[in-house]
């Protein structure tokens, strides 16, 4: 059964970093795309990021770029977020997403994805 499961999340306060991690059971990660969303309360998801097979192709949202990077290890079967200036307003559940193959600038679609983590909380709080 493929399975992502994320973890890193948590309290930070503004400015500060975390890493977050995507780890997948069940299947070979080095043969899917990688998608990072997030969702604030009642706001909808927003893809953050993507990463290709590779760690050659990685697109980002407008709002974190030259903040966030996206890597993969495909030898540990991980894909990970480091995130750093963060602001409150990113305080959101971040989850990791996988699909064989997504088209172009499709991947901030969350419909581009089938295979979902069940997310990581991560707060930004003085």
Same mark, same amino acid.
């Given at each position: ?9 948590? $309290? ?6 975390? #890493? ?9 990660? !080095?043969?899917? $795309? ?21 760690? !050659?192709?990685?697109?980002?949202? !407008?709002? @974190? ?13 991980? @894909? ?21 193959? @997504? #088209? ?9 994805? !089938? ?6 909380? @991560?707060?930004?709080?003085?």
């Amino acid at each position: 059964q493929l399975q992502l499961v994320e973890s890193g999340g948590g $309290v930070v306060q503004p400015g500060g970093s975390l #890493r977050l991690s995507c780890a997948a059971s069940g299947f070979t990660l !080095d043969r899917y $795309v990688i998608g990072w969303f997030r969702q604030a309360p009642g706001k909808e998801r927003e893809g953050v990021s993507y990463i290709g097979r590779t760690n !050659d192709f990685t697109y980002y949202a !407008d709002s @974190v770029k030259g903040r966030f990077t996206i890597s993969r290890d495909n030898a540990k079967n991980t @894909v990970y977020l480091q995130m750093n200036s963060l602001k409150p307003e990113e305080t959101a559940v971040y989850y990791c997403a996988a699909n064989l193959y @997504v #088209r172009g600038s499709a991947w901030m679609n969350s419909s581009s994805y !089938d295979y979902w983590g069940q997310g990581t909380q @991560v707060t930004v709080s003085a």
